[in-house]
C-alpha cells in the first residue's frame, strides 16, 4: 500500500552514519585474528626447508581514506583505498642440519577493500542490511626478519607473503561481512517498527517496501498509521500517493501525510478517548449554578446552586486538513449537560453540537511530533430559542478556553514519537507544508 510515512536520508547524512562505522570497522580490523602458517618448499641441489610463522599479532589497521556511494536501485557502496595495517610474529625454519627462529615486523600497505550492502526489509517491517558482496587487495607487503641467517629470509620471504596476503584478503572480508552482521543489522533493528504512544494507541512505522536508493538519497516508506491497543479495527479511508519534496540539502527528511495524521484522530475515537468531563471544579468560581453562569432561568429554578457536569464527546474521528498555510480541521463535538444532584447521581438537562475551526501548529523536539491548537469561537447548533443559543455559546466558549484547549494542548506538548534508531538526535529542524496537487486532499 501507500505509506503514510516516508524517511529519506541524504548523501551528507549517509557520509555522517559512515564516519561512525568507519571507526567501528577499523576497531574491528584491529582485533583481526591471524592464523599460524606452516609448510615446506625444496630447494634445489640443497634440500627440503621446514617453516612456520606463528603468534600472528595485528598491532593496528588503519582506515584512512573511504566514502559510501549510492547504488541507484541496488544499495549502498563502502570503498576503502590506502589502509595499511602492521603485523609482528615469530618465525621458524629448518634446513638439513641449519635450525634458526627469531621475530618479523610485517607492514601492509595499500590495502583497497570494496564492500557492497544490500538493504531489505523482515516480515516485521523491520529493515535490514546484509553484504552482498566484498573484495580486498594488497598492493605492498614489506617484512622485516630477525635472525641469524640472512640468505634464509629472502627464500622463507618468497614463500610465506603469497600465503599470508590471500589469508589477510580473505579475513579482511570475513571481519567485513561479521561487523555488519553483529553491529550494523542490530543497530538498524532497533528502528521502532510500532511506538507505544500511551495507554490507548501506538503508532505502526513498519516498512511497506524495502528501503530504495537513488542517485541522491536513500528513501524508505513507511506505513505510518496510528491504531488503538484495545482493537486494530482496518482504517476507514485509504493512503494516497506521497512523495518527499525533490530537496537534498539536510542530512535527513521525514515527511507525514493526512493519512498519518487523521489515523490519530481515528485510532482515539475507536479507543473511546475522544471523550472530555468538565465540572464545575474545573472552572473559575462564578455566579451561577455550580460555578458555570447559566443564565437559563427554567433550569437554575429546577436545579438551584448544583454543579454541573459536561461531557464532551466526538460522534465520528475529526478529519484533518494539511495546505501550504498549515493544518486545519473543523471538528463536531457533542455536549451533553448534566447537573450533579445531592446523592451524586445525574439529571440530563441538555444535549447540543459544537464546531469550530481549529488550526494547528506542528514542530519536532526531542524526536518527537508535538503541536499547538488554537481554537475559533464555538458556534452551537440544535437548540430551539436564540435567547438559549446566545447563552450556552458563551458558557461553551468560556469551557472550552479555560479547560477543554489546556488539556489537548498538555497532551499534544507530549508529542508522537519520530522513527529513529537508537542515539540519533535530530537538530536544526524545520517543518515545511506542502499540497500535492490543487484540490487535492492528501498532501504531503
Not at 609448510?39 to 621446514?50: E, S
Request: charged fraction near 20%; aromatic fraction near 10%; glycine fraction near 6%.
Amino acid at each position: 500500500t501507500n505509506p503514510g510515512f516516508v524517511a529519506r536520508i541524504t548523501q551528507a547524512g549517509l557520509d555522517y552514519a559512515h564516519e561512525h562505522g568507519i571507526a567501528i570497522l577499523e576497531k574491528e580490523l584491529a582485533q583481526l585474528k591471524l592464523p599460524d602458517i606452516s609448510g615446506d618448499f625444496r630447494i634445489r641441489h640443497v634440500g627440503k626447508v621446514r617453516y612456520e610463522v606463528s603468534s600472528l599479532d595485528l598491532r593496528s589497521f588503519h582506515l584512512p581514506y573511504s566514502r559510501i556511494s549510492l547504488v541507484p536501485n541496488v544499495g549502498l557502496q563502502v570503498s576503502i583505498s590506502n589502509a595499511f595495517a602492521e603485523v609482528d610474529g615469530n618465525w621458524r625454519v629448518k634446513l638439513l642440519f641449519i635450525r634458526d627462529h627469531g621475530s618479523f615486523d610485517l607492514e601492509v600497505e595499500n590495502v583497497y577493500i570494496k564492500i557492497d550492502l544490500r538493504l531489505g526489509s523482515d516480515s516485521s517491517g523491520k529493515p535490514t542490511i546484509d553484504t552482498s558482496s566484498c573484495s580486498t587487495r594488497i598492493s605492498k607487503v614489506r617484512v622485516h626478519f630477525w635472525g641469524k641467517f640472512g640468505w634464509l629470509y629472502n627464500l622463507f620471504y618468497d614463500t610465506v607473503e603469497p600465503r599470508f596476503r590471500k589469508i589477510l584478503e580473505s579475513k579482511v572480508c570475513e571481519t567485513v561481512g561479521s561487523s555488519v552482521h553483529k553491529d550494523l543489522q542490530p543497530y538498524l533493528q532497533t528502528l521502532p517498527v510500532t511506538a507505544r504512544i500511551d495507554a490507548k494507541v501506538g503508532i505502526d512505522y513498519s516498512l511497506v517496501a524495502p528501503p530504495t536508493s537513488t542517485a541522491q538519497s536513500l528513501d524508505a516508506a513507511l506505513k505510518g498509521e496510528f491504531f488503538s491497543l484495545a482493537h486494530r479495527s482496518p482504517v476507514p479511508f485509504p493512503p494516497l500517493p506521497l512523495a518527499l519534496p525533490p530537496d537534498h540539502d539536510r542530512m535527513v527528511y521525514f515527511g507525514a501525510s493526512s493519512y498519518f495524521l487523521n489515523t490519530a484522530g481515528f485510532a482515539y475515537h475507536a479507543a473511546g478517548a475522544l471523550v472530555f468531563e468538565i465540572t464545575n471544579s474545573m472552572v473559575s468560581s462564578t455566579a451561577g449554578m455550580g460555578g458555570v453562569p447559566v443564565p437559563l432561568g427554567r433550569l437554575e429554578k429546577m436545579y438551584p446552586d448544583m454543579p454541573m457536569k459536561f461531557r464532551l464527546s466526538a460522534p465520528s474521528a475529526p478529519f484533518l486538513n494539511i495546505g501550504p498555510a498549515g493544518l486545519s480541521l473543523k471538528p463536531l463535538v457533542d455536549v451533553q449537560a448534566y447537573a450533579i444532584l445531592p446523592n451524586s447521581s445525574l439529571a440530563p438537562l441538555f444535549l447540543l453540537s459544537l464546531v469550530s475551526n481549529v488550526s494547528a501548529v506542528i514542530n519536532v523536539k526531542s524526536g518527537h511530533i508535538v503541536g499547538n491548537l488554537s481554537m475559533g469561537r464555538l458556534k452551537v447548533f440544535s437548540l430551539c430559542s436564540a435567547p438559549q443559543v446566545r447563552a450556552m455559546q458563551s458558557i461553551m466558549n468560556i469551557l472550552a478556553f479555560r479547560t477543554l484547549l489546556p488539556r489537548l494542548n498538555a497532551r499534544l506538548e507530549q508529542g508522537f514519537p519520530l522513527p529513529l534508531p537508537d542515539r540519533i538526535q535530530l537538530s536544526n529542524v524545520l517543518v515545511q507544508f506542502h499540497q500535492v496537487s490543487e484540490g487535492s486532499r492528501q498532501p504531503r
